[in-house]
């Protein structure tokens, strides 16, 4: 099963409540004794303030507190918390017991446990609501279709409107008897949807939904599936798949990268952004000059294209065209060089003198380093279309679309001159998909340094 948090982000958090632990110890001595511990009073009483540290961290690991907080209520939290503390007191205080360690301030004890207790539940709260105004706002939420029948479908859908704060934004809510394949693939390629729920009532067998073709539909498509159980929520067995609330999930996900992966190349695009907006800071006056001196018209170029799971984004360049590109776009339509839905002609008539410069250079994509950092594309991913191409998409092509558009990609190095089947582009979008790791970024922004080194 595919993780649906960051481990990265967990490790941060047990560190950050350890070094909270940590600091309880030096507060608690203070209250007790009037002044901070020495060497000496750290080697007294370091045993059980790391026994005790020690059990309160697995035990709010081992109820999932450094899982993910969104779907969890903070009476859940502060209840989850109680009872990781009363675990690790009872435990430490029989080892005190049983030691007969008459040393320790069993006042000091008190101090700590509590002091940890609550500075751990201070911070889980915190961050719970931090979160949640974070989603409230617009920010880290999902959109999602849900596909459903009766009462389920009107349960799920309710508790989406009535949990804002879960970042779950529900594009629609569709019963079953009113949906075909055609209408479903049509919705889910025309509207930005990243997950599709499936709630069906216990009784819907699959004469009356064949949901394996829907399933099939949405992996097609490059969207997350998460399946409803047809089984009595209220179970008390341990779900090894996901849960939303009392609703166990199984997840599907048509993209390779997990949480970490993510976070960890997110990371690489915002140093690598950075790095090439430095350099386009220092070529923007001699590029600007260039493209003045030699056509009118702007400096730079926006276009509208498609990324992550339909989202529109404007595209930034610098203008290697005439004015009126767009416009004679339509009068060489019978001269595109490639089969599909994208166009492309080698003897451009639209470019400029100094356009066939930049693009021979590749300097008229650095202005795309901004698009990177503000996270609408990733230093590598698959080419991004326009809105005009995604039109003519066929259901297979979608899965393109399910991660960020990239500066360079796998078509862009494996000889993007000599492939004019679009179907071709589509194979090495999804290669790169599937086979996707930080070492196959590495390789590509290799090749693509050699690609235009060579002038190719």
């Known amino acids: 099963m595919l993780k649906e948090q960051s481990t990265i982000v967990r490790r941060i958090v047990i560190g950050v ?22 060497l000496r009073d750290l080697q007294q009483y370091g045993l059980i303030v790391l026994v005790f540290t020690a059990l309160f961290l697995f035990s709010l690991y081992r109820y999932k507190l450094y899982h993910q907080l969104r779907f969890i209520t903070f009476f859940d939290i502060g209840k989850k918390v109680a009872a990781s503390f009363i675990i ?7 080892l005190l017991f049983l030691t007969h360690a008459t040393y320790y301030s069993r006042l000091l004890f008190i101090y700590f446990s509590g002091a940890v207790f609550s500075l751990t539940l201070i911070t889980k709260i915190g961050l719970k609501i931090f979160l949640n105004r974070m989603r409230l706002k617009g920010y880290n939420f999902r959109q999602a279709l849900i596909v459903g029948s009766g009462k389920k479908l009107v349960e799920v859908e309710k508790f989406f409107q009535q949990h804002g704060s879960y970042g779950i934004k529900v594009f629609a809510a569709l019963e079953i008897g009113t949906l075909t394949p055609i209408k479903f693939e049509e919705i889910l390629t025309h509207n930005v949807i990243d997950e599709v729920y499936f709630a069906l009532d216990r009784q819907v067998s699959r004469p009356h939904f064949p949901i394996d073709a829907y399933l099939d539909i949405t992996e097609q498509a490059g969207k997350t599936s ?75 170029f926006s276009q509208q294209r498609v990324g992550e799971n339909g989202r529109l984004f404007s595209l930034y360049k610098y203008r290697t065209m005439c004015i009126d590109a767009e416009e004679k776009k339509k009068e060489l339509a019978d001269q595109n060089e490639l089969d599909g839905a994208v166009f492309k002609i080698t003897d451009d008539p639209r470019v400029t003198r ?21 996270g609408e594309m990733s230093l590598v991913g698959t080419r991004p279309p326009t809105p005009g191409e995604v ?50 970024d590495f390789k590509i922004i290799l090749k ?3 690609v235009l080194g060579s002038g190719k």
């Open 226 to 300: 998460k399946i409803m159980l047809n089984i009595n929520e209220n179970r008390h067995s341990s779900c090894d798949f996901a849960r939303l609330a009392d609703f166990p999930l199984v997840v599907l996900h048509p993209v390779t990268l997990d949480p970490d992966q993510i976070l960890i190349k997110r990371l690489v695009d915002i140093v690598g952004s950075l790095v090439g907006l430095m350099l386009n800071a220092v070529l923007l006056p001699l590029v600007a000059l260039a493209i003045k001196m030699d056509s009118p018209g702007p400096i730079f």
């Open 17 to 38: 409540d350890l070094l909270l632990m940590s600091a309880a110890f030096p507060l608690a001595f203070y209250l007790r004794f009037d002044r901070f511990p020495l």
């Open 354 to 374: 100094v356009g066939r410069i930049l693009r021979k250079l590749s300097l008229d994509e650095l202005p795309q380093f901004w698009n990177v950092f503000k």
């Open 391 to 440: 039109a003519e998409y066929r259901l297979r092509h979608y899965r393109r679309l399910s991660v960020k558009p990239g500066l360079t990609g796998m078509w862009q190095v494996s000889g993007r001159n000599l492939i004019t089947d679009f179907d071709q582009i589509v194979a090495l979008d999804t290669k790169y998909i599937d086979q996707w790791s930080l070492w196959l």
């Open 448 to 450: 693509t340094v050699i």
């Open 88 to 94: 690790a007191f009872s435990l430490a205080a029989a």
